[in-house]
T-cell receptor, first 115, second 117 residues
Framework: EPEVTQTPSHQVTQMGQEVILRCVPI?????FYWYRQILGQKVEFLVS????????KSEIFDDQFSVERPDGSNFTLKIRSTKLEDSAMYFC?????????????FGDGTRLSIL | DQQVKQNSPSLSVQEGRISILNCDYT??????FLWYKKYPAEGPTFLIS?????DKNEDGRFTVFLNKSAKHLSLHIVPSQPGDSAVYFC????????????????FGKGTHLIIQP
């Protein structure tokens, strides 16, 4: 069964550094998403991406964050000037169409630890 | 701001019995509801979904019920098996008519289901 893959599984970064989290969505999916889950808290939506541009974003997704589809397969989340509170699990997801009746399928996440 | 609430942090059920997981929501714009299962160190795995035009959807051992007037949905697992032990998340989406074409999902905090032998 096709799946969303994320790399790396664990990323440790010094505060203030930039980090790039990578995702390969399911190949025939058109919508891509990033979520995060801070330890002990809910999974929170960050951003959705369609047709090479941001479709929706939450208030969490400020100027520190950016997303990109640099080629036909990868979907990346860049976090600039990382802060301690950016430590979380970051999940990538994709769906075939906009989720009005299509489920989003998630990768196994990247655990980001900011020191 | 808890638009999706799962009020039971954990639930323990004997193997072979029915597991019932509950979820309440407050946002009337939610139109599509999903249940995900999550094991430690893995991402959420899609289980089953329901659109607001239905009140029940069944897939094998899993059935989701939606009571739109009460803004309540539940997931029934019968019979429960040891492999069902996981955290279950309820999630909701506003659907196409609210303009939320690619809106993210709003998740509950999850219920940790423990199936006892």
């Amino acid at each position: 069964e096709p799946e969303v893959t994320q790399t790396p599984s664990h990323q440790v970064t010094q505060m203030g550094q930039e980090v790039i989290l990578r995702c390969v969505p399911i190949s025939n999916h058109l919508y891509f998403y990033w979520y995060r889950q801070i330890l002990g808290q809910k999974v929170e939506f960050l951003v959705s991406f369609y047709n090479n541009e941001i479709s929706e974003k939450s208030e969490i997704f400020d100027d520190q964050f950016s997303v990109e589809r640099p080629d036909g397969s990868n979907f990346t989340l860049k976090i600039r000037s990382t802060k301690l509170e950016d430590s979380a699990m970051y999940f990538c997801a994709s769906s075939e169409w906009a989720t009005s009746n299509q489920p989003q399928h998630f990768g196994d996440g990247t655990r980001l630890s900011i020191l | 701001d808890q638009q999706v609430k799962q009020n039971s942090p954990s639930l323990s059920v004997q193997e072979g019995r029915i597991s019932i997981l509950n979820c309440d929501y407050t946002n009337s714009m939610f139109d599509y509801f999903l249940w995900y299962k999550k094991y430690p160190a893995e991402g959420p795995t899609f289980l089953i979904s329901i659109s607001s035009i239905k009140d029940k959807n069944e897939d094998g051992r899993f059935t989701v019920f939606l009571n739109k007037s009460a803004k309540h949905l539940s997931l029934h697992i019968v019979p429960s098996q040891p492999g069902d032990s996981a955290v279950y998340f309820c999630a909701a989406h506003p659907g196409p008519y609210s303009g939320g074409g690619a809106d993210g999902l709003t998740f509950g905090k999850g219920t940790h289901l423990i199936i006892q032998p």
